[in-house]
């Protein structure tokens, strides 16, 4: 029988550990969390010093007894969940649950941490196991228990004033905050128009130099208008352009460090276009084990939950053994780079990184699915870079006068970058969100100058700039504002970002966060009373006061009054004051078109809209139009009439499914509907054919994905005409295959015998039997080498270029 427990989290943690250890243990899976606080209540007595109520999960009683039964006679429970807040929390409860169980009721529960599932740091941390750490699951339940206040408090305030189902976070709505005030900065951006010059010369041999004026008279010039810029061409007429300087210098350019949890989730986004959760998922399934066939399960990076940018000496010597042979001593600095962490990271974690460099990306790739692969790729060639050499270039400036008929000398200047060494470019470059000057050098390669060399002039090119707004969030951008505000911690921005969105506070549209009206009216109510709680400063102190409480500086109960004594306060004055959305009607100056009363507007559950102040004599409401441009997405009053162009009558604003869009007040009449800031809706065509139904005309419509044939006594005849491909169905024989879709608008293949029938193929089947398995039809696919039929049967490999059709005769 096993002498001992051990516990983690996931049942792939488990395989992986399982193979490390001896008969001697058992390893057994808590699958995450097994108490909370409950669901149904606070859970948090304020009065009696903050202390929370945890109740086993449901769910989790069964498991919790068979780790009790698992727990029977075994000398020692080993609990080796993460190396973190979370997983010592779990690790608490855990010895909780399991105390007085086990071999004379007391077995040893003991606290083994490690930060990759390797033999070396598992053998390593069962050498010197220790108790669980009470001021991690302190500051753990100092953040839940906060969270828990925030959450319950403020959310009933936000159903009455707004609707239910409505949250708010202490973290969460900071978030919201920073990309709401992003928006509004947007909003209010005025465009400014500036100018630039560049002059075009020739030297003695190409390539051509693109010189910009960076001085007149010594002084930046100032360059507003085309006017300004016409009188500055005016002067510089006939003038002789003589090279005053050539500066060549080398520039180097360091690598970056290894990834820490926020790093990774920026460059996953920027390069892999991942999102943070997916990244975190992915990371997750590497860092847990990967089947490797006859190595089995196989940890293959370090801990992901980490903002320590440490790594450990075996690793370093590894990883620098493996620059040598790989790219040559050349490539490999004197010492170790080193990285400084944050000033308040943990430094008993270390950065992500491979677990061993024998598991290069070529060697593994069989083993791991497509987007495994690109991130393990990724933070490998992070980790390899960041032991290497930094890049050097050659950058040079050629600085040009030139003198104008007014006597003030003109200075033209180009900077250009040649590289020199690749070093770690050679393996890894960062990401950006934006280009810079380093990028621009790289484009331009100068010719060879001296001083006092006179140039020969082409042209002068003056062209129009206009100052452009902030950009939107991305969510790489927000990872980064977050992180450099302090706000909220990597490991938890994950679950962040996904709940503005889940709430419908932000969307996401060209992968950047764009607040809805709905973001923007909670975020206001919000900061009209909890202005000090939702604040960056504020939350991100809040987050440092965490880490005081789990390094044993400060008492948790003494934080929790101090937030509440203040959070208290608000509530009291928000329970009376906080703006009441939901029953306020704000004037438009309009009036009625049924009633001639006013017109407000109002808040219902699908937003704001115009209605009239005589309901509910008159109901008539319209909704507000949204205004979209290059600034952004706003919320204004409709302005010029729209008019139906099939029939001319007025067009009125309407919501449905998929947002706001005009349709034609001649409905039913006229069905006529158009996007807003689209071509309107094509009109129904009618046609000769008959509807085999009900004998109705038949007609061509246009929807969502594309044109079909319907019947025009829609929706009490709900015939639509199928689409066949002229090809009997290969599986019954009697029906016709047709071209069908999916809900998401997928086109795939199926019967028209169908349920009676239940053939489908996401391919285009092709009459032609397979030569090779004698397989009744082929599929057409589009590749990017052509298009190909190929045998449908996963177990034959026959694949043929699909013949040209002969173009028809005129």
Not at 283 to 312: C, F
Not at 567 to 575: N, S
Not at 677 to 693: I, S, W
Request: charged fraction near 30%; proline fraction near 6%; aromatic fraction near 8%.
């Amino acid at each position: 029988m096993a002498k001992s427990l051990v516990i983690v989290e996931s049942p792939a943690k488990a395989k992986t550990i399982n193979k490390y250890l001896g008969k001697q243990f058992v390893v057994k899976a808590s699958l995450g969390h097994v108490k909370d606080l409950p669901k149904k209540d606070l859970a948090v007595d304020v009065d009696g010093g903050f202390a929370p109520r945890y109740e086993i999960i449901e769910g989790k009683k069964k498991l919790i007894q068979e780790l009790k039964q698992a727990a029977k006679g075994v000398d020692a429970i080993y609990l080796a969940a993460d190396p973190d807040r979370e997983g010592e929390a779990i690790c608490y409860h855990l010895q909780e649950e399991l105390q007085g169980v086990g071999k004379d009721g007391k077995p040893q529960i003991l606290r083994v941490m490690f930060n990759e599932i390797t033999a070396n740091a598992i053998r390593k941390a069962f050498d010197d196991p220790r108790a669980v750490n009470v001021n991690l699951v302190e500051a753990q339940q100092a953040r839940r228990v906060l969270d828990r206040l925030v959450g319950y408090k403020i959310s009933p305030l936000l159903w009455d004033k707004v609707r239910r189902g409505l949250s708010a976070g202490r973290v969460q709505s900071v978030a919201l905050r920073l990309i709401v005030e992003r928006e509004r900065e947007i909003r209010a951006f005025q465009k400014e128009e500036y100018w630039s010059i560049e002059a075009e010369l020739h030297a003695a041999k190409p390539p051509l130099i693109r010189a910009k004026l960076a001085k007149r008279g010594g002084e930046t010039p100032a360059l507003p208008d085309q006017k300004t810029v016409d009188e500055l061409l005016a002067q510089l007429e006939g003038a002789e352009y003589v090279v005053r300087s050539v500066v060549t210098k080398e520039k180097k350019r360091n690598p970056v460090a290894p990834f820490i949890t926020s790093t990774l989730q920026q460059e996953s986004a920027r390069k892999l276009r991942f999102s943070v959760k997916r990244t975190m998922m992915l990371a997750q399934r590497l860092y847990e084990g990967v089947e490797m066939g006859k190595e089995g399960p196989v940890g293959l990076i370090t801990y992901m939950r980490t903002d320590s940018t440490r790594v450990s000496e075996e690793a370093l010597t590894e990883v620098r053994q493996f620059v040598t042979d790989q790219y040559g001593p050349q490539y490999l600095p004197k010492t170790p780079n080193l990285y400084k962490s944050k000033k308040d990271a943990q430094d008993a974690h270390e950065a992500i990184r491979p677990t061993s460099m024998e598991h290069t990306p070529e060697a593994v790739e069989k083993y791991l699915a497509e987007d495994e692969l690109k991130l393990y790729r990724l933070i490998w060639r992070r980790f390899v870079a960041s032991q290497m050499n930094p890049a050097l270039f050659d950058q040079t400036t050629i600085e040009t006068v030139a003198t104008g008929r007014d006597g003030i000398e003109y200075l033209f200047r180009e900077t250009g970058s040649v590289p020199k060494f690749d070093g770690f470019l050679k393996v890894y470059e960062e990401g950006k969100d934006q280009k810079d000057e380093e990028d621009e050098e790289l484009k331009h390669r100068l010719p060879a100058v001296s001083e006092g060399e006179v140039l020969r002039f082409k042209a002068l090119v003056p062209e129009q700039h206009f100052t452009e707004p902030p950009p939107r969030f991305t969510e790489a951008s927000l990872v980064k504002e977050l992180e450099a505000d302090g706000v909220g911690r990597p490991s938890t921005y994950a679950s962040i970002l996904s709940t503005i969105q889940d709430r419908e506070y932000v969307t996401k549209e060209g992968g950047r966060f764009i607040p809805s009206e709905l973001g923007m009216v909670v975020t206001d109510l919000l900061l009209e009373s909890f202005d000090d709680i939702f604040d960056v400063n504020y939350t991100a102190r809040m987050e440092e006061e965490l880490d005081e409480i789990e390094d044993g500086k400060l008492d948790w109960r003494m934080a929790m009054a101090d937030f509440y004594d203040k959070f208290d306060k608000d509530l009291r004055h928000a329970a009376e004051h906080m703006t009441d959305i939901k029953r306020m009607e704000k004037p438009t100056g309009l009036n009625c078109e049924k009633c001639s009363r006013p017109l407000v507007i109002k808040w219902g559950k699908h937003g704001s809209f115009i209605a009239c102040t005589g309901y509910p004599e008159c109901s008539y409401t319209r909704e507000i139009a949204v205004e979209t441009g290059a600034n952004g997405s706003g919320f204004a009053e409709q302005g010029a009439e729209e008019y139906c162009e099939n029939c001319g009558r007025p067009m009125v604003l309407k919501k449905g499914r998929f947002g706001q869009f005009f349709a034609c007040t001649g409905y039913p009449d006229c069905k006529t509907t158009k996007p807003i800031g689209g071509p309107q809706k094509k009109a129904d065509v009618a046609l000769e054919e008959k509807c085999p139904q009900c004998a109705s005309n038949l007609v061509q419509k246009h929807g969502r994905f594309g044109e079909f044939v319907a019947c025009s006594n829609y929706p009490a005849c709900k015939y639509v005409k199928q689409k066949t491909i002229g090809m009997s169905c290969p599986s019954c024989g009697k029906g016709e295959i047709i071209e069908r879709r999916s809900k998401r608008g997928k086109t795939f293949y199926g019967c028209n015998r169908y349920p009676e029938c239940e053939f489908v193929s996401w391919g285009k089947p092709v009459g032609e039997p397979c030569p090779q398995c004698g397989g009744a039809y082929l599929v057409e696919k589009w590749l990017k080498a052509g298009t190909f039929w190929q045998c449908p049967n996963t177990e034959c490999k026959y694949k043929v270029e699909a013949p040209v059709a002969e173009p028809v005769a005129s």
